[in-house]
DNA sequence: TTTACTGTACCGTCTGGACGGTATATCTCC
DNA sequence: GGAGATATACCGTCCAGACGGTACAGTAAA
């Protein structure tokens, strides 16, 4: 274990994170958050003085890697557009484990998240349009990319998926 | 009060089904549950064995109620593609509400609500490519529809969003 | 001395579920 | 036809355990 030497308080948002992606906000308990970031609940406390906090902390902390990804999807090299669709499957990264995690809480009536998720999308968005320089087109890519996400995480991913959508893009941009 | 006089079972359904959908499945207790159907608790228990049972009965009715929605897309006036599409944002039918409640369970790693999920996305994707004739573009056209539902479902709601679907759809056909 | 924890003990509330009871309708045997 | 048995559809209470959170004494390192 010679890593990078991972905050024991962004362990406890990977915790957080994994356990909400894995089995839902129930499953992320105090208690459980502690154990697998391998803390004391007293540590948990210490850092986050209540659950509410800790959903802060975490959102806080996806607000930072959004504005990375919109950075590097603006330079992407073969293309913002495939770029998004790319990583709108879940490769398994730290971000798109942090953006499953508020999809979660935005579905529980939280607006902090939705407000968060939705500022994103318009980061996503206004590169899309850039790029592809029809409202329409990107409108349509930005629910393609959902799509995506929303199947992988609902245990309804189809390894094809991808293939087929760049086919019919390939298809609309020869016009 | 004249109505068609549903039954307890289907009423406890609706109240689980709506608790879910509202406030995601930790509001789904089973006191909210029987308080919103207006049954005691133990009025619940003894048509539903156990919360476990409420989410066989949940399904169980999701899948009746999806072999009547592929005959209806299968025949619907203005085209499979377009009844497609529509019925992919949520309309606040019953039908909609089952299938945001099952895709809210399913996320919480259960098996059960994923089969059924997936069950009914093939009924719908066989009818899809049957009128496209074309399988990357049915693959396309429901990934859509899954954004359109996870937009909604998740606060992210675009009110234009299937008038730019739209838009894009008919620069396809027209080739 | 401050920072960053550990560990334990505890509290009030909520949760799923068990359970005993009740009202009413239907069926059974004489 | 009347007495009793059985089934159906509930009600209301109780309990063990889990949960979020508090409190606090101790520790090890910088």
């Known amino acids: 274990m010679a890593g990078p030497e991972r905050s024991t308080r962004d362990r406890l948002l990977d915790a957080f994170?994994?356990?909400?992606?894995?089995?839902?906000?129930?499953?992320?308990t105090l208690d459980a958050v502690a154990a697998a970031a391998e803390v004391s609940k007293g540590g948990l406390l210490y850092h986050f003085g209540s659950k509410d906090e800790l959903v802060e902390g975490m959102l806080e902390r996806l607000r930072r890697q959004g504005e990375q990804d919109v950075e590097?999807?603006?330079?992407?090299?073969?293309?913002?557009v495939d770029f998004y669709l790319e990583?709108?499957?879940d490769s398994g990264s730290d971000f798109d484990r942090a953006l499953i995690a508020a999809a979660r809480i935005a579905q529980e009536n939280e607006p902090r998240a939705s407000k968060a998720?939705?500022?994103?999308?318009?980061?996503?968005?206004?590169?899309?349009?850039e790029h592809t320089g029809d409202?329409?087109?990107?409108?349509?890519?930005?629910?393609?990319?959902?799509?995506l996400y929303f199947d992988d995480t609902t245990g309804l991913a189809d390894a094809n998926a991808l293939d087929h959508v760049r086919a019919v893009l390939r298809r609309l941009s020869a016009l």
Chains 1, 2 share one sequence.
């Open 72 to 80: 590097k999807m603006r330079s992407a090299p073969n293309g913002a």
């Open 117 to 129: 998720l939705a500022d994103l999308r318009e980061g996503w968005f206004e590169v899309l349009r």
């Open 17 to 28: 994170e994994t356990l909400i992606v894995g089995t839902g906000t129930r499953g992320a």
């Open 87 to 89: 990583t709108s499957v």
């Open 135 to 147: 409202e329409s087109l990107a409108r349509t890519i930005q629910l393609i990319g959902d799509g």
